[in-house]
Every structure is written in structure tokens, then in C-alpha cells.
């Protein structure tokens, strides 16, 4: 949905820090008055009306100079407007006004969890009144008369979620739990939408005061079980999945997460079992076909692709197992050698796939991911880079790997490869780097919806080893050593390699690279996350490979030497000679047990988990040209790339 704040902008908002600012005689004037105007302000900001809480605060601050909350409020704000000299004047306020005899205290929102409760069945049952497109306004309207109603916060949060606009939801959630800690409804509601935003660190912290709570809520003990598999706290998590198997042995949800984590841990027989039980609580759940046909061996019988072609041919109203079920049949029938029935499987969880994220945010537009790397080069420059680049300190306290490229080309080969090495910890595809720039994208919303990558550039050397050092603080919540090298296999950092160069100078860089068609192909048929959404069409495949291959090729001219390029076929037909070479490129001596890498024993959550726990095999090298008479949109979108190894 459109952002609020872009349309309220007013540039110029004139003495700001003038003592005799006039106020005019409609500002309320009490303490109570001035007390709500400040709340309204804090409201409107999570609500992402950012121009009418910056406006709020200037008026609070002129009516109370002693409101050092107010200050630094307004100090935040008038950075999102560009405004910084105004925004270090604010913050000096902060810190003159105020202190231990202040009147200004925190404001607590409904504290008892018997009244939440009630005033939270109220409010959904007066909503259930009101039409769907009417709500938020509704919502808005409530807290702009009551800012405090956490409640309202609550359900204007869930309506944002659903018009695609999560950040604003989130807002709204920590502000609603800033004044009700124990509304639990909404600390839940904060978990998922952290989760479905692999925000998994700060969900985990969430589902603490959760099991608190509630110790034998089954919800509670999943989404903690779920956020601690995403943090590779695997032995929590099937304690807690276990325990709430006890309660409800027959949860699907349940169910496909306890088998998925069974999975990831290489604990095969016991994951088969677990499917099978689910798929005898839900014949239809495309998530146990799936979960089978993950496992990468023959798991599925004739009479399960009997069963899954007529549970497609009826019709599955949930996109999720739909999905799961087409690209579970897909992967059978590409196993039985039926190429055509496979594709036509294949197409049709992809299309179920493109229909889930179209007209959200995370549909994959060619026109908009040109114009995003058409942005970056004009910002990331060699000029750009030479002017703000630094050496690499005498010893970082980290060495960061990236591993780079595009899904399904082998960064979870090399990942497992070189974390096989005694000097190097993997970890997984990490969310940091994004949090990072997601951050700074917003932090001139005021006047620009995205202020990334420009923002950058305004950046001092102090500042890029700033960044550099929150970066690494981030990749060490998920560490589990303290050995001098981690890797981050998050395929798409390749985007920004450029900036995490700029702040992170002693940051190695593999680029992992696959044959154009057997790339897209093994995209094509791998049910992806909506990342990767651009992979659920081969026109898009094809479109977005050239493109990467093209910017990558920028980023050698622009970081000479900085990235180094692997071929996945020279690596799996060259294997020894391809690990010395990457293994020199990060400064590794070499180690026997990075040829040895399916003898580490670690647990893996990529798709690839079963292929690393073997030998490197060459049978997939030539697996997509079976499929060669229904390529031709991915074949003519490569264009001349088609043809390369």
C-alpha cells in the first residue's frame, strides 16, 4: 500500500529551536492536553504518518521544553526528514531537559490480561461489522482520538499485514507491546510476523515471554520450536515438538514441522514415519508428499502418485499444499523417468507459486530488478569504491565468507566444504546484510521512500566500520564458535556486494556458478521462497540470470580481484584442485577435510541437505537437458548465455 508519509511531506517547517516560537491558541495548553498530543505523535509514527508525528513533537517541544522523550523523539524524526544538524540540536535538548523530577513519565497502556482479553473479543466483534475495505481507516480514525488502545494498534497491524505493508505492522505491534507487555495476543502476533519476516533472532526472544506465559500452550511451544530451527537450536526444538505432540498428536502443522527438523538432522526413517502419520491425519497435505520426496530417495510409491494426481485433479483450495504437492509429484515422476508428466507437475507448482505472490510486494517484476541494478551502478562506481575502500584491518575480529550466486548452483556445497575447514564456521543464509540495508533504506522516508544504496555514500570511513561492526555483531547472534572465519550462504548478497565491501573490507566473496539452462532448470523445479520469486516463470529465470551474469561482470571491473568466480561443474569434475583454489583465495591453509566434506557432521536446512551428506556425484550435471522440448522460454530469455558451461 502506498506510504502515508510521502503524501503528508511539507519540506520546510521553519524555526524549529526558536525560543519564542508562537503558539497558536488552539495548542493545547495542560499538562494532560500536552501529554496526549505527545502519545498521538508516537502513535502517528508507528502508523508510518510520519509527517503528522513530526509535527506533533515540534509542538510538544515548544509547549514543553522539559519532555526529554519528546526531543528524542523528534531528533528521530527529523533524521527521517534529512534534517540531521536540527535532528543533533534536538538530541542535545534531549539530554539538558528533563531528569530525576521530570513530570513527564511513560505512558502504560491496559496492563491486566483479563481486560485485554475482553476488550480484544469486543473490538473483533465490533470490526466483524464493519466492510473489509473500511477497517483501517476505522482503526486509524480510533487511534488518533485514543492513542493508548492498544488493542486498535493490534488489529490495525493485522489489517496492514494484509495489505502488504509489513513494516507498518510491525510498528504498530512494538508500540502496542511498549505499553502492554502482557497483551500476549498481540506479543503473539509480533512472534509470527517476525518469522515470516526471518527476523528468527528477535522471534526467539519473543517466544520467551510467551512459554512464560503460557508453558503448555501448544501455539506458544511451536512458534518457539519454530523460531529455534531457524537459529540451528535443533535439540530445543524437538524437545518442544515433542512435547506438544503429546498434547495433540494429530496437528498437521505440528506434524510438518517435527518431520522437517527430523529431516534437516539427517534422522531419515524417523522423518518418514512422521510424514506418513500426517498424511493419515490429512490425506490431502501436500506438506507430507513434499516432506517425502525432500528426503531424495524413493520414498513415494505409485499408489502416493495415484493419491497426489487426483487430490490435484480435485482441486486443493490451500495454495500452500497445493504447491508442495505439485512439486512433490514433479520430483517423483522426474525419479520414474516420465519427463513430460514431471514438467506439467513442475509448471503447475510454479504457477500456484506466481499466483501466491502476485500484487504483493514480493511479486518479481523484470522492469523494477533493472532498474534496481541500473540504480546500483550509478551509485557503486570504481570511482565510488576507490574514494571510500579501506584495507583490511591486521586482524578483523572476523573474516566473513560470501557465498554468492543463485539458488540451486552449489552454494550449499561450498558452504559444507569449507566449513568442513578447522578455521571456518558455516552458519546458513543469514539475514543480516538485508536487515542492514532495509534500515537504511528507511532512514530517510520523510523524503524519500528508499534511500538505499544512495545513503551510502554519505557514509564516512568512521561510519562504514560502524556498519562493518553492527554486521558482524548480527552474523554472531547466529554463531555457535569463535573461529576466525564464518560464512553467510544468503544467495542474494551478491546485490550487495558493493556495500558490504565498502564496510566489511577483509569480507572474501565466492561466486558459485552453474551452467545457464541447468541453473534455471534446477531453479524451475525446486519450490523456492518468494525471494526467488522471479524462478516461478522460465521468461523471468531466464531475464534475471542474464542480468546477474551481466552485473557480476560489473562487479569485477568496479572490485577488481575482490570476488571469486567458481564453476560448480569444475568443482564437481575437478574437485581437489577447485577447494585448493578457494581455499587460497581466503588465505586457508589447505585441510584433508574439506575433500571429506559429507563427514562433517552439521545440520543443514537448504534443499541441497541430502546431497551434501554424500560424495559429490556428476549424475545432475546433464539432468535438465531431459527436459530440453519445454525450455524454450528459458533458452530464448538467456539468449546467448544459453549455450555457456
Not at 10 to 33: C, D, E, I, N, Y
Request: charged fraction near 25%.
Amino acid at each position: 500500500m502506498p506510504n502515508p508519509a510521502a503524501a503528508a511531506f511539507s519540506p520546510a517547517l521553519p524555526g524549529l529551536f526558536q525560543a519564542t516560537r508562537p503558539v497558536p491558541a488552539r495548542v493545547p495548553k495542560t499538562s494532560a492536553q500536552i501529554r496526549h498530543l505527545y502519545e498521538v505523535g508516537l502513535t502517528s509514527a508507528a502508523m508510518s504518518f510520519h509527517q503528522a508525528a513530526l509535527e506533533n513533537m515540534q509542538e510538544v517541544t515548544a509547549l514543553a521544553a522539559d519532555h526529554a522523550a519528546a526531543w528524542r523523539a523528534l531528533a528521530s524524526l527529523l533524521r527521517l526528514a534529512g534534517r540531521d544538524r536540527e535532528a543533533d540540536e534536538a538530541e542535545s535538548r534531549s539530554g539538558e531537559a528533563g531528569g530525576a523530577a521530570s513530570p513527564w513519565r511513560d505512558a502504560e497502556g491496559e496492563r491486566s490480561p483479563t481486560r485485554l482479553e475482553r476488550l480484544d473479543r469486543k473490538l473483533r466483534d465490533q470490526l466483524e461489522k464493519i466492510p473489509d475495505e473500511d477497517r483501517i481507516t476505522h482503526l486509524r480514525d480510533m487511534l488518533f482520538v485514543e492513542p493508548l488502545d492498544v488493542v486498535a494498534m493490534r488489529y490495525l497491524a493485522d489489517e496492514e499485514e494484509m495489505a502488504d505493508d509489513p513494516i507498518t505492522a510491525t510498528s504498530l505491534l512494538e508500540r502496542a507491546l511498549a505499553l502492554s507487555p502482557m497483551y500476549m495476543a498481540a506479543r503473539a502476533d509480533y512472534a509470527k510476523l517476525l518469522m515470516v519476516r526471518r527476523q528468527h533472532l528477535a522471534a526467539l526472544k519473543q517466544s520467551e515471554y510467551l512459554l512464560a506465559n503460557a508453558p503448555n500452550n501448544v501455539r506458544c511451544q511451536m512458534l518457539r520450536a519454530d523460531a529455534a530451527v531457524h537459529m540451528e537450536r535443533f535439540d530445543e526444538a524437538v524437545a518442544l515438538y515433542e512435547a506438544a505432540l503429546r498434547r495433540e498428536p494429530s496437528n498437521p502443522q505440528l506434524l510438518n514441522s517435527y518431520g522437517n527438523v527430523l529431516k534437516t538432522l539427517g534422522r531419515r526413517d524417523e522423518s518418514v514415519a512422521v510424514f506418513r502419520t500426517l498424511l493419515s491425519v490429512a490425506p490431502a497435505s501436500g506438506n507430507a508428499y513434499f516432506g517425502l520426496s525432500e528426503l531424495k530417495a524413493n520414498y513415494l510409491t505409485d499408489a502416493d502418485v495415484t493419491a497426489m494426481r487426483a487430490h490435484l485433479a480435485n482441486g486443493i483450495s490451500e495454495v500452500a499444499s497445493r504447491k508442495c504437492m505439485a512439486y512433490a509429484l514433479g520430483q517423483t515422476l522426474e525419479r520414474a523417468g516420465d519427463y513430460e508428466g514431471s514438467f506439467a507437475a513442475y509448471l503447475l507448482g510454479a504457477r500456484a507459486c506466481k499466483d501466491e505472490v502476485a500484487n504483493t510486494h514480493q511479486a518479481h517484476d523484470p522492469a523494477r530488478f533493472e532498474a534496481r541494478l541500473a540504480r546500483n551502478r550509478g551509485v557503486f562506481t570504481a570511482e565510488a569504491i576507490g574514494a571510500r575502500a579501506a584495507q583490511p584491518t591486521a586482524a578483523p575480529s572476523a573474516t566473513p565468507i560470501f557465498v554468492i550466486g543463485m539458488p540451486r548452483a552449489g552454494s550449499t556445497l561450498v558452504e559444507q566444504i569449507l566449513a568442513s575447514h578447522s578455521l571456518v564456521e558455516g552458519t546458513r543464509e543469514l539475514p543480516v546484510v538485508t536487515e542492514l540495508t532495509k534500515k537504511i533504506a528507511m532512514s530517510r522516508v520523510l523524503v524519500c521512500a528508499d534511500a538505499y544504496p544512495e545513503r551510502v555514500l554519505e557514509f564516512d570511513r568512521a561510519q562504514l566500520d560502524a556498519l562493518g561492526e553492527e554486521c558482524l555483531r548480527g552474523i554472531g547472534e547466529y554463531r555457535r564458535t569463535t573461529r576466525p572465519y564464518v560464512i553467510d550462504k544468503r544467495p542474494w548478497n551478491w546485490l550487495d556486494a558493493p556495500f558490504i565491501h565498502l564496510m566489511l573490507p577483509q569480507a572474501k566473496f565466492i561466486d558459485i556458478r552453474r551452467a545457464p539452462m541447468a541453473a534455471g532448470f534446477a531453479m524451475f523445479k525446486q519450490l523456492l521462497p518468494a525471494d526467488a520469486a522471479f524462478s516461478y516463470d522460465l521468461q523471468h529465470l531466464g531475464h534475471y540470470y542474464r542480468h546477474y551474469v551481466a552485473y557480476m561482470d560489473y562487479l569485477d571491473e568496479i572490485m577488481p580481484g575482490r570476488i571469486l568466480r567458481v564453476s560448480y561443474e569444475h568443482l564437481v569434475v575437478d574437485t581437489e584442485a577447485e577447494i585448493r583454489r578457494m581455499l587460497d583465495y581466503c588465505g586457508l591453509p589447505f585441510e584433508e577435510n574439506c575433500l571429506r566434506f559429507w563427514e562433517t557432521d552439521r545440520a543443514v536446512l537448504t534443499p541441497s541437505a541430502e546431497q551434501v551428506r554424500r560424495p559429490i556425484f556428476r549424475d545432475a550435471l546433464q539432468q535438465w537437458k531431459n527436459y530440453q522440448p519445454w525450455l524454450g522460454p528459458l533458452r530464448a530469455a538467456l539468449g546467448g548465455l544459453a549455450e555457456g558451461e
